[in-house]
């Protein structure tokens, strides 16, 4: 029988996770997301303190206590800076943290953001070979002897040939006893089945402009952005590789860290990026064994010439055939006019360019952190959502 | 004694079974030797019961506040992880727990050594005894067992019927005010609540002094003229106030205003009733906690180690002192503990021996010389008997404030200590008139804040208008906002509270509705200028 406690005990724990939910939602809205990326696969999320609320005293600025002391001792101190203390915090900040698995965190985001689950393209799914213990076999090495088996064959064995109900003398034991003995042709051994498995992975190509005009502050929403990206993707593939891609008129890949510092003066040539990134399809990534899912991060600038070649480079080696997504992000432009971007759009209304192409475009106002994660997010919204929601966001 | 036919049964003597575990057969044969000492004693408590428990089945019933059925709430939960925590870290753990009902539980842990178990019961018959003799646990319900359990399944019906996560919600705000009680009410025996007859009304007759019917000449000289003719204005007034249904004095009980007045389904008054039952139930054990915890060990002290009954079941007649030093040192915190039940300890252990040796008396206060005040000695005994009387009589407030005085306060060491801006704790005084008003504040009305309900109906606009008692120290501004959104959710009206900030300037919180950011702070202008008082 369940002990009483245990239902109010669940119903507590139900309490608990509510207000995660509640704190879960804070923490993606005010973009302190951004700031805390979890350690060790885990986030850091404070909760309020669980407790009924009842009217009670503030602040407990004077006491009594007892000891060997003359007025004016000081028998303690507070850090005044610290604020916690015996201030028993009059504000809400004060609570519980606790760490949560970034399954949880993401399972949250995918509902709160409605994204869909990432699908790998069909031809695509390999398959890799598992080894599982579940056959039975009548021979094998003793280490792997199914005892439970072998007892059972050697009692079947014994009740069919009526030999069960022989006692046996067995020194040290009073009375005699029944016994089963295994002999050889009774033993089972474990064998080993090979299972296939399908199986998938994924190549996420991260590109950025990398021209003068993309600041400081472009290249940390880039950062931002990117992390949660590649959080995302990894949820859904096995194994996933990773390539940087940076570029001003000629198109070079770097390491992570270079990516999102690297900083340089001159000019823009989009495509370059793009000639680069269908170079490594040929020997280095085939297409066939990888579902490629593609970032491309501008600021909108490009030699104007340039759009075209893009495009056209885009249409040629960048097909639904070849990657799953090809995702191109503009931060802070100067003008929609003769962007990047407005040429994908263009020829994305004109047929020219497949579905598997999306835009999204982060334009900031004030900077707040509020509006800048809400930008961030509605920006993956856009990116990785279904359709109709991609619609709805770019309204 | 109810319980007549309990006594000698074998359910007394510890051969009960279940719930738990079987007494262990050393603890078992010195039972009834630990009850004789403590009937010689003088402890005249309820039939006890004992029961053996294990660390998981203790933490339930604790958290259930030591009744094995409640109704299902997520705070019991609460207590019960916290508990588990607790234990597995190995900050504290419950040696003992017994309740107010007749026959009284003595719950022991089954990983408490035999000392400790012997201990723990002369403690918890300490216990019973407070429970059945003191002035403020007359009215208790002693069956409060059954009647916990009849709450749980009568609330459970409700779940059932009405939903579990709307019952819940109510509970939830109900829970909120449960501390928003007039304690002395506790004495009130219960009522069934009139019903609402249309024309229903209440006669008032004036107050008159009683002449004899041989005297009836005396009647005009002694209820004069002037005494009736104001008897029968304040009865007019009176009259008046209930027609347009003002209140006259402010209302302490606020839960049980409430209860009484708020507009509520009948379900919700029943759950209400309930709740309101289990808050007075408890509110004596919060005013006597001091008094009741210090007897409680002052019988556990006097019985184990000064009557040797450490020595039970033990080896030799002088085993167990030790452990049992250290048991107490653990329950009552060190030499400069400020733990309350160390409080109430000392203090016991002071008047019994002021009133053994005839410290007391204008005598002894006219005595002048320190010398001669540290020889006094009279030789009366009658300590333990004052002990007994304090017992009947007294809660916190009262013994704190008749026997701590400047003799206690040095002996024990007090002293009063204050923060200073730069987080400093300084020291202040060893005065004891100083510290007994600290002490008292601490133990007067539970060590809440008194709020009352001036007027339900403020300015004629159905506002519900309550007032803090500012005595210096300020509100935890969080919690009261979450209360009043809860009063809101009950008596579906506005509410506002008067309090002070701690420099003193007003402030006035006001719910309009029911939610999280509906509770405003307005200074008192704002307030003039909100709701159109002019000046």
């Given at each position: 029988?369940?002990?009483?406690?245990?239902?109010?005990?669940?119903?507590?724990?139900?309490?608990?996770?509510?207000?995660?939910?509640?704190?879960?939602?804070?923490?993606?809205?005010?973009?302190?997301?951004?700031?805390?990326?979890?350690?060790?696969?885990?986030?850091?999320?404070?909760?309020?303190?669980?407790?009924?609320?009842?009217?009670?005293?503030?602040?407990?600025?004077?006491?009594?206590?007892?000891?060997?002391?003359?007025?004016?001792?000081?028998?303690?101190?507070?850090?005044?800076?610290?604020?916690?203390?015996?201030?028993?915090?009059?504000?809400?900040?004060?609570?519980?943290?606790?760490?949560?698995?970034?399954?949880?965190?993401?399972?949250?985001?995918?509902?709160?953001?409605?994204?869909?689950?990432?699908?790998?393209?069909?031809?695509?799914?390999?398959?890799?070979?598992?080894?599982?213990?579940?056959?039975?076999?009548?021979?094998?090495?003793?280490?792997?002897?199914?005892?439970?088996?072998?007892?059972?064959?050697?009692?079947?064995?014994?009740?069919?040939?009526?030999?069960?109900?022989?006692?046996?003398?067995?020194?040290?034991?009073?009375?005699?006893?029944?016994?089963?003995?295994?002999?050889?042709?009774?033993?089972?051994?474990?064998?080993?089945?090979?299972?296939?498995?399908?199986?998938?992975?994924?190549?996420?190509?991260?590109?950025?402009?990398?021209?003068?005009?993309?600041?400081?502050?472009?290249?940390?929403?880039?950062?931002?952005?990117?992390?949660?990206?590649?959080?995302?993707?990894?949820?859904?593939?096995?194994?996933?590789?990773?390539?940087?891609?940076?570029?001003?008129?000629?198109?070079?890949?770097?390491?992570?860290?270079?990516?999102?510092?690297?900083?340089?003066?001159?000019?823009?040539?989009?495509?370059?990026?793009?000639?680069?990134?269908?170079?490594?399809?040929?020997?280095?990534?085939?297409?066939?064994?990888?579902?490629?899912?593609?970032?491309?991060?501008?600021?909108?600038?490009?030699?104007?010439?340039?759009?075209?070649?893009?495009?056209?480079?885009?249409?040629?080696?960048f097909g639904p055939e070849t990657v799953n997504l090809f995702a191109v992000t503009q931060i802070q432009a100067y003008d929609y006019r003769n962007s990047v971007m407005e040429a994908v759009d263009t020829a994305v209304v004109d047929n020219v360019l497949g579905d598997h192409v999306k835009t999204a475009d982060i334009f900031l106002k004030t900077g707040a952190p509020e509006e800048r994660s809400d930008a961030i997010l509605s920006a993956i919204r856009q990116?990785?959502?279904?359709?109709?929601?991609?619609?709805?966001?770019?309204? | 004694?109810?319980?007549?036919?309990?006594?000698?049964?074998?359910?007394?003597?510890?051969?009960?079974?279940?719930?738990?575990?079987?007494?262990?057969?050393?603890?078992?044969?010195?039972?009834?030797?630990?009850?004789?000492?403590?009937?010689?004693?003088?402890?005249?408590?309820?039939?006890?019961?004992?029961?053996?428990?294990?660390?998981?089945?203790?933490?339930?019933?604790?958290?259930?506040?030591?009744?094995?059925?409640?109704?299902?709430?997520?705070?019991?939960?609460?207590?019960?992880?916290?508990?588990?925590?607790?234990?597995?870290?190995?900050?504290?753990?419950?040696?003992?727990?017994?309740?107010?009902?007749?026959?009284?539980?003595?719950?022991?842990?089954?990983?408490?050594?035999?000392?400790?178990?012997?201990?723990?019961?002369?403690?918890?018959?300490?216990?019973?005894?407070?429970?059945?003799?003191?002035?403020?646990?007359?009215?208790?319900?002693?069956?409060?067992?059954?009647?916990?359990?009849?709450?749980?399944?009568?609330?459970?019906?409700?779940?059932?019927?009405?939903?579990?996560?709307?019952?819940?919600?109510?509970?939830?705000?109900?829970?909120?005010?449960?501390?928003?009680?007039?304690?002395?009410?506790?004495?009130?025996?219960?009522?069934?609540?009139?019903?609402?007859?249309?024309?229903?009304?209440?006669?008032?007759?004036?107050?008159?002094?009683?002449?004899?019917?041989?005297?009836?000449?005396?009647?005009?000289?002694?209820?004069?003229?002037?005494?009736?003719?104001?008897?029968?204005?304040?009865?007019?007034?009176?009259?008046?106030?209930?027609?347009?249904?003002?209140?006259?004095?402010?209302?302490?009980?606020?839960?049980?205003?409430?209860?009484?007045?708020?507009?509520?389904?009948?379900?919700?008054?029943?759950?209400?009733?309930?709740?309101?039952?289990?808050?007075?139930?408890?509110?004596?054990?919060?005013?006597?906690?001091?008094?009741?915890?210090?007897?409680?060990?002052?019988?556990?002290?006097?019985?184990?180690?000064?009557?040797?009954?450490?020595?039970?079941?033990?080896?030799?007649?002088?085993?167990?002192?030790?452990?049992?030093?250290?048991?107490?040192?653990?329950?009552?915190?060190?030499?400069?503990?400020?733990?309350?039940?160390?409080?109430?300890?000392?203090?016991?252990?002071?008047?019994?021996?002021?009133?053994?040796?005839?410290?007391?008396?204008?005598?002894?206060?006219?005595?002048?010389?320190?010398?001669?005040?540290?020889?006094?000695?009279?030789?009366?005994?009658?300590?333990?008997?004052?002990?007994?009387?304090?017992?009947?009589?007294?809660?916190?407030?009262?013994?704190?404030?008749?026997?701590?005085?400047?003799?206690?306060?040095?002996?024990?060491?007090?002293?009063?200590?204050?923060?200073?801006?730069?987080?400093?704790?300084?020291?202040?005084?060893?005065?004891?008139?100083?510290?007994?008003?600290?002490?008292?504040?601490?133990?007067?009305?539970?060590?809440?804040?008194?709020?009352?309900?001036?007027?339900?109906?403020?300015?004629?606009?159905?506002?519900?208008?309550?007032?803090?008692?500012?005595?210096?120290?300020?509100?935890?501004?969080?919690?009261?906002?979450?209360?009043?959104?809860?009063?809101?959710?009950?008596?579906?009206?506005?509410?506002?509270?008067?309090?002070?900030?701690?420099?003193?300037?007003?402030?006035?919180?006001?719910?309009?509705?029911?939610?999280?950011?509906?509770?405003?702070?307005?200074?008192?202008?704002?307030?003039?200028?909100?709701?159109?008082?002019?000046?």
């Amino acid at each position: 029988m369940p002990r009483r406690i245990e239902e109010d005990h669940n119903s507590f724990r139900d309490v608990v996770s509510g207000k995660i939910r509640k704190a879960l939602k804070k923490f993606i809205k005010t973009g302190s997301m951004f700031k805390n990326r979890g350690k060790n696969g885990k986030v850091q999320i404070s909760i309020p303190r669980i407790d009924i609320p009842h009217i009670v005293y503030g602040d407990n600025n004077s006491g009594v206590g007892r000891g060997d002391v003359k007025p004016g001792d000081v028998i303690g101190k507070d850090d005044p800076k610290d604020g916690k203390g015996n201030q028993a915090g009059q504000d809400e900040g004060e609570g519980i943290t606790i760490s949560l698995d970034m399954d949880e965190l993401l399972q949250f985001m995918q509902d709160e953001l409605e994204l869909p689950n990432l699908k790998p393209r069909e031809e695509n799914i390999l398959d890799e070979t598992k080894i599982k213990y579940t056959n039975i076999s009548l021979i094998g090495p003793e280490s792997l002897r199914h005892t439970r088996r072998t007892m059972l064959t050697a009692l079947k064995r014994l009740c069919s040939t009526g030999e069960i109900n022989k006692l046996h003398e067995i020194p040290g034991y009073k009375d005699p006893v029944k016994l089963i003995t295994p002999i050889n042709s009774d033993k089972r051994y474990r064998q080993h089945k090979e299972i296939r498995l399908p199986s998938s992975n994924a190549l996420i190509i991260f590109a950025r402009d990398g021209s003068a005009s993309m600041d400081q502050n472009k290249c940390d929403i880039v950062s931002d952005m990117s992390w949660w990206i590649d959080v995302w993707i990894k949820r859904f593939y096995k194994r996933t590789e990773r390539i940087y891609i940076w570029h001003d008129t000629v198109a070079q890949e770097v390491d992570e860290q270079k990516f999102y510092r690297y900083r340089f003066g001159g000019g823009t040539t989009c495509s370059s990026a793009l000639k680069l990134i269908s170079k490594q399809f040929e020997n280095r990534f085939p297409p066939q064994k990888y579902n490629i899912y593609v970032f491309y991060f501008t600021d909108g600038e490009n030699y104007p010439d340039d759009n075209g070649e893009f495009i056209n480079v885009l249409k040629e080696k960048f097909g639904p055939e070849t990657v799953n997504l090809f995702a191109v992000t503009q931060i802070q432009a100067y003008d929609y006019r003769n962007s990047v971007m407005e040429a994908v759009d263009t020829a994305v209304v004109d047929n020219v360019l497949g579905d598997h192409v999306k835009t999204a475009d982060i334009f900031l106002k004030t900077g707040a952190p509020e509006e800048r994660s809400d930008a961030i997010l509605s920006a993956i919204r856009q990116l990785m959502g279904a359709k109709g929601a991609a619609k709805a966001g770019s309204d | 004694m109810s319980n007549k036919f309990m006594y000698n049964s074998p359910i007394l003597l510890g051969s009960n079974t279940t719930p738990g575990v079987q007494i262990p057969p050393e603890l078992k044969k010195v039972i009834p030797d630990i009850f004789k000492a403590c009937q010689e004693f003088g402890l005249d408590y309820f039939p006890p019961i004992i029961q053996m428990l294990t660390h998981d089945e203790m933490s339930e019933v604790a958290s259930y506040g030591g009744f094995g059925v409640r109704y299902p709430h997520w705070k019991w939960g609460m207590e019960y992880e916290e508990m588990q925590r607790g234990y597995m870290h190995g900050m504290h753990r419950i040696y003992e727990m017994v309740i107010n009902t007749s026959p009284c539980f003595i719950y022991c842990l089954n990983s408490n050594t035999l000392l400790d178990n012997v201990t723990v019961i002369a403690h918890a018959l300490g216990h019973s005894h407070f429970f059945k003799n003191n002035l403020f646990f007359q009215h208790t319900n002693k069956n409060m067992l059954n009647e916990f359990a009849n709450h749980g399944t009568r609330i459970r019906r409700y779940m059932s019927r009405w939903g579990k996560e709307r019952v819940i919600e109510f509970i939830d705000n109900v829970l909120r005010i449960e501390t928003l009680v007039d304690n002395s009410k506790a004495w009130n025996t219960r009522q069934v609540k009139e019903p609402i007859i249309r024309d229903h009304r209440k006669y008032r007759q004036p107050r008159r002094m009683k002449t004899d019917s041989t005297r009836m000449y005396m009647d005009d000289w002694i209820n004069t003229k002037e005494f009736m003719e104001a008897e029968h204005k304040r009865i007019e007034k009176a009259e008046k106030a209930d027609d347009l249904g003002l209140m006259l004095k402010p209302e302490k009980d606020i839960f049980g205003w409430i209860k009484d007045n708020a507009n509520l389904k009948p379900w919700q008054s029943d759950i209400m009733a309930m709740l309101y039952e289990e808050a007075m139930y408890y509110a004596p054990q919060g005013m006597t906690k001091t008094a009741n915890e210090g007897f409680a060990s002052y019988c556990d002290y006097k019985l184990i180690a000064e009557q040797g009954l450490c020595a039970l079941g033990q080896d030799g007649h002088d085993y167990g002192i030790v452990e049992y030093a250290k048991h107490k040192m653990g329950v009552l915190g060190g030499k400069y503990s400020t733990n309350p039940y160390k409080l109430g300890f000392c203090l016991l252990l002071e008047i019994e021996e002021r009133w053994n040796k005839g410290k007391f008396g204008p005598e002894w206060e006219d005595v002048s010389s320190y010398k001669e005040k540290e020889n006094w000695d009279k030789n009366l005994g009658l300590g333990k008997e004052k002990i007994f009387e304090v017992v009947r009589l007294y809660d916190d407030v009262n013994l704190i404030n008749e026997f701590f005085d400047q003799d206690f306060c040095d002996k024990y060491q007090f002293f009063d200590w204050q923060k200073q801006e730069n987080g400093e704790y300084v020291v202040q005084s060893k005065d004891a008139s100083v510290i007994k008003k600290k002490l008292i504040a601490k133990h007067s009305n539970r060590g809440l804040p008194t709020i009352s309900l001036v007027d339900p109906n403020h300015l004629g606009k159905g506002i519900m208008l309550l007032e803090h008692a500012w005595n210096g120290r300020t509100l935890y501004i969080p919690y009261v906002n979450e209360t009043l959104v809860s009063i809101n959710f009950l008596t579906g009206k506005p509410v506002l509270l008067a309090s002070r900030d701690k420099n003193g300037e007003e402030i006035i919180f006001y719910c309009e509705g029911y939610g999280d950011s509906q509770v405003h702070q307005l200074t008192r202008a704002k307030y003039r200028r909100e709701f159109g008082i002019s000046v």
